[in-house]
């Protein structure tokens, strides 16, 4: 049976306990045997509902740097990493689940005072029940998913009846650069800090499709990282020395790098759940494959998004766009590999939006003008 992504169902709170740790870890610690009874205790407190929605993994460390800022002063990138981990703790949260018959958790954090929490889907797919612990709270929280995207990955959850809680702040992403350091944050269930350095930018991930275990899916424009994220720090920010999300961090199974979800990318998606409690994104009205620049060479064609269906009635169709054309920009964003077309309408465009679309039809270059539909993403 298809899996369906809907509202977790009922969870009774229980007691549980929380652990910090202000210090940078190299390496994700496992769970203290204490721990793990006390996620075993929440879960086992759940009433059985429903939220359905797969998930990744692995490691490496890094040679303390130093910045001589004025005579006198200096900043470490330990102690760097230290003061933005200690800075963000209180607001990473630790998200259990139940994949019948286990017991998981990976993390997340508070964009709201009043419970608003960012994750990624792999953290919640295929679950029944959702808890939520927060920092120095000795309560499991009931949550529930507002909404998701598994095109960017990102997923919002809510819990309820809290207030004045501590939030993290996205951050310019405009500036990232290769080499640049990072610390990944775990919820408390995990204490993890493990710094790291962004290794690449825009970078593509194939994960299980949280809609079906039996699928992948491919995230786009993903931040590499060699910080060695875990899936139980999974979930959770990606941060810069300043203390503001860069990204939200995924485990990869199989490779010997981290990766997160670029803010660049899922700002947007957060911000419309947060404003209006459902995403609606904007689109073409057509169905696109990725064309990168070695596979378009191989037949003749350009980089770009290639169409293989077009919606009858739909802002292509209507625009005089075809199956076989290959859209190689929108106004003056250019759709690549590295920005394939859905992720673009995603963090970039919205819905009612007239557009320039330029594309390729027999190796000639043609552009064409169409308003934006709206529709919610699907798996």
Request: with cysteine; aromatic share 2%; net charge negative.
């Amino acid at each position: 049976m298809q899996p369906q992504i809907h509202a977790p169902g009922e969870v009774r709170p229980s007691d549980a306990a929380t652990g910090e740790d202000a210090r940078p870890a190299p390496a994700a610690r496992r769970w203290s045997p204490f721990l793990v009874v006390v996620a075993l205790i929440v879960l086992t407190a759940l009433v059985s509902g429903g939220v359905t929605l797969g998930v990744l993994q692995l490691q490496s460390p890094t040679n303390p740097q130093s910045v001589n800022l004025r005579p006198g002063v200096t900043i470490t990138e330990d102690s760097a990493i230290v003061q933005a981990a200690a800075h963000a703790r209180p607001a990473v949260v630790s998200v259990v689940t139940q994949t019948q018959p286990s017991v998981t958790a990976g993390s997340g954090y508070l964009a709201t005072s009043d419970g608003y929490i960012v994750t990624n889907v792999q953290v919640i797919a295929h679950s029944s029940t959702l808890v939520v612990l927060i920092q120095r709270d000795a309560k499991a929280h009931k949550a529930r998913l507002v909404d998701y995207d598994c095109q960017t990955g990102v997923a919002v959850l809510k819990i309820d009846q809290v207030n004045n809680l501590p939030t993290l702040a996205f951050a310019d992403t405009t500036t990232l650069v290769q080499g640049q350091v990072l610390v990944a944050v775990g919820g408390p269930l995990t204490g993890a800090a493990l710094p790291g350095h962004i290794s690449a930018l825009h970078r593509a991930v194939t994960v299980t499709d949280p809609a079906s275990s039996d699928k992948s899916l491919e995230i786009s424009d993903t931040i590499q990282t060699d910080a060695s994220i875990d899936p139980g720090t999974a979930g959770g920010p990606l941060l810069n020395v300043g203390g503001q999300v860069i990204g939200v961090s995924m485990a990869a199974q199989g490779s010997s790098s981290g990766f997160g979800l670029s803010a660049a990318d899922v700002t947007d998606d957060v911000q419309q759940i947060l404003s209006s409690g459902q995403l609606v994104i904007a689109s073409v009205g057509a169905t696109s494959s990725v064309l990168t620049q070695q596979s378009a060479a191989l037949i003749g064609s350009v980089e770009g998004s290639h169409l293989v269906s077009v919606d009858k009635g739909g802002p292509a169709a209507s625009a005089g766009l075809q199956p076989g054309d290959v859209i190689t920009q929108l106004d003056d964003v250019t759709v690549d590999a590295a920005h394939p077309l859905p992720l673009l309408l995603r963090s970039r465009f919205h819905p009612n939006q007239r557009v320039t679309v330029t594309y390729s039809r027999a190796n000639a270059s043609t552009q064409v003008q169409l308003t934006l539909a709206g529709v919610h993403p699907t798996c």
